[in-house]
């Protein structure tokens, strides 16, 4: 058995037991991590990287150890239970303490309807053993929670009820460590945008991680970005609950133009919200998705995704996905806050406001919100606005 140079040892710390390192007698650098004694007779999964470079070889080890985490998703789902090793528990343990105490005898009840009720979704499918994972799960727990407007108060509840139960699963050795939560004062802060040419190459990166992997779960995390990006959509579900029977070309007789028109329905603020789509979009991203998905074009089928029906889950995986690559990229984190999957909504608003400062109350009726919200929640906080007022109070004619 060759020996392991010592000196080449690279660890990655928020990646479980991920590692990188040569043996003695090769010039090229190899991957392990642990993947159960089960699977393999040592506990560990080992393979070749094929290159000597230690830059290269950290971005083949982490790309090796999501695709083999995603390949076995289903075997994993069975070893390792959220619920059943950490959630569970923790729950019995409050209400046997609590059911005897006057005025909190409900205390282990109302922690589980949380659980159950918001939080079961961000965890059930994951691996608890891996600190990046739960920590991105955590990441979008929060922002999901902030999207729908709870209160600092609201999303403390939540974030100390999860703390707990990480505490009491360390206690009875169930995990080792304690996975960092995100403080309010990062919650609320406003979410920078992101540049056209940083979703570029994040979609750029999406296509090469499929064809590293052949996996068409990254072609689709593709679609539903491009989707985001082409229309004033709120992120989230909204767009995953589209069917086929949503969209429609209308005729511009005036312009000769196609316009690629949406309608969805029981929106966050009415029942039935119609809006177009950027005619980039509509003419050189939107093929593309309907060609991808030609099996599944029956009128009641989703448009992305259309073989899942678990709506939540499906968006919890799109998430994860784009903040791991947005983090691969050193794009995720900007000016001390971090540009989750919804700061896509903002680019969008951006965009259109510099394209025409006076629509503003079409870019709001578009993207299903108010002027004034435009405003306070996506330009305030941008230098776009500034720009356009500066423009309006110094206009270049005045300078002579």
Do not use: W
Not at 129 to 144: D, K, P
């Amino acid at each position: 058995m060759p020996k392991i140079d010592k000196n080449t040892i690279k660890n990655f710390p928020k990646t479980s037991s991920l590692k990188i390192f040569k043996f003695k007698n090769s010039k090229n650098y190899y991957c392990s991590f642990y993947v159960g004694t089960h699977r393999t007779k040592s506990g560990n999964y080992e393979k070749s990287l094929k290159t000597a470079n230690v830059n290269e070889a950290s971005k083949l080890a982490k790309g090796e150890f999501e695709k083999y985490f995603i390949e076995h998703k289903d075997n994993f789902k069975k070893d390792f239970d959220f619920t059943r090793d950490i959630a569970n528990p923790y729950f019995r343990m409050r209400i046997k303490k609590f059911k005897n105490i006057e005025r909190k005898e409900n205390v282990g009840q109302r922690e589980s309807q949380k659980y159950f009720n918001y939080m079961e979704t961000y965890f059930s499918e994951i691996d608890y053993r891996n600190n990046e994972t739960l920590e991105e799960a955590i990441e979008h727990l929060v922002e999901n929670l902030r999207m729908d407007k709870k209160s600092d108060n609201t999303i403390s509840k939540y974030t100390t009820v999860l703390s707990n139960m990480f505490n009491y699963a360390i206690k009875n050795s169930v995990i080792n460590f304690k996975p960092e939560f995100p403080r309010l004062k990062i919650i609320n802060q406003q979410r920078p945008s992101y540049h056209n040419s940083e979703l570029n190459m994040i979609s750029k990166e999406l296509y090469k991680r499929y064809e590293d992997t052949k996996n068409l779960e990254y072609l689709q995390v593709k679609d539903y970005i491009n989707l985001i990006r082409g229309a004033g959509f709120r992120p989230g579900l909204e767009p995953l609950r589209i069917k086929r029977f949503q969209y429609r070309f209308i005729e511009d007789k005036k312009s000769k133009e196609k316009i690629l028109a949406f309608t969805l329905f029981d929106t966050k603020t009415k029942p039935k919200h119609q809006l177009t789509a950027t005619p980039y979009f509509a003419k050189y991203i939107f093929p593309e998705i309907l060609n991808r998905q030609e099996d599944n074009n029956n009128a009641d089928d989703y448009l992305l995704f259309p073989k899942l029906k678990n709506r939540q889950k499906v968006y919890n995986r799109i998430s994860k996905i784009f903040t791991r690559v947005s983090k691969d990229l050193d794009l995720f984190y900007r000016n001390g806050t971090t540009r989750p999957i919804y700061s896509i909504r903002h680019t969008f608003i951006k965009n259109q406001y510099q394209k025409n400062p006076a629509n503003v109350e079409v870019i709001a009726r578009q993207s299903n919100t108010s002027p004034k919200m435009i405003h306070r929640n996506y330009l305030d906080e941008d230098d776009v606005m500034l720009i356009e007022e500066h423009r309006k109070l110094y206009p270049k004619k005045s300078i002579k």
